[in-house]
T-cell receptor, first 116, second 115 residues
Framework: EPEVTQTPSHQVTQMGQEVILRCVPI?????FYWYRQILGQKVEFLVS????????KSEIFDDQFSVERPDGSNFTLKIRSTKLEDSAMYFC??????????????FGEGSRLTVL | AQKITQTQPGMFVQEKEAVTLDCTYD???????LFWYKQPSSGEMIFLIY??????QNATEGRYSLNFQKARKSANLVISASQLGDSAMYFC????????????FGTGTRLQVFP
């Protein structure tokens, strides 16, 4: 069964360093997303990406964050100058359609980021 | 007001019994989608079931069914014949309207299945 894959599964970084989290969405999907979950809290939307551009972003997704799809398969989240409060599980997701007709939205297994 | 409310922080159920996890939502949009996800202790988010606001029938996927009561704005997940492997955190989520792709998640319900 097709799945969303994420790397790395866990990354430890020093505060102030840059981090890139990678995702390979399901191959025929067109919409891509990043969510995060701070330990013990609910899952929060960060950004959605369609047709090679950001379609929506939350207030969390400030200038510290960026996304791109560099090669048509990978979908990356870059976090510049990490802060302690960026420590969280970051989930990539993809779907075939967008909006309320999205139907199934598939998540990857997550990348745990620990900022020291 | 919370968009997604899950009032049960924790639930217990005996193996082979059915259990209902509650979810209510708040939206003024006519078009929206409702999702349930399972998050085991390993952390991944597993899609379980989806219900569109215009779907006439309640969604079902194997042992999972969604009890969709539109007038009451509830979308409860029913798990039949619980298994030990069903022990996990369960999240209800909503996408509302045509102008957004984001999911709004509830705070989750931790389900524990005992023998």
């Amino acid at each position: 069964e097709p799945e969303v894959t994420q790397t790395p599964s866990h990354q430890v970084t020093q505060m102030g360093q840059e981090v890139i989290l990678r995702c390979v969405p399901i191959s025929n999907h067109l919409y891509f997303y990043w969510y995060r979950q701070i330990l013990g809290q609910k899952v929060e939307f960060l950004v959605s990406f369609y047709n090679n551009e950001i379609s929506e972003k939350s207030e969390i997704f400030d200038d510290q964050f960026s996304v791109e799809r560099p090669d048509g398969s990978n979908f990356t989240l870059k976090i510049r100058s990490t802060k302690l409060e960026d420590s969280a599980m970051y989930f990539c997701a993809s779907s075939l359609a967008g909006g309320p007709s999205t139907g199934e939205l598939f998540f990857g297994e997550g990348s745990r980021l620990t900022v020291l | 007001a919370q968009k997604i409310t899950q009032t049960q922080p924790g639930m217990f159920v005996q193996e082979k019994e059915a259990v209902t996890l509650d979810c209510t939502y708040d939206t003024s949009d006519q078009s929206y989608g409702l999702f349930w996800y399972k998050q085991p202790s390993s952390g991944e988010m597993i899609f379980l079931i989806y219900q569109g606001s215009y779907d006439e029938q309640n969604a079902t996927e194997g042992r999972y069914s969604l009890n969709f009561q539109k007038a009451r704005k509830s979308a409860n997940l029913v798990i039949s014949a619980s298994q030990l492997g069903d022990s996990a955190m369960y999240f209800c989520a909503m996408r509302e309207g045509y102008n957004t792709d984001k999911l709004i998640f509830g705070t989750g319900t931790r389900l524990q299945v005992f023998p």
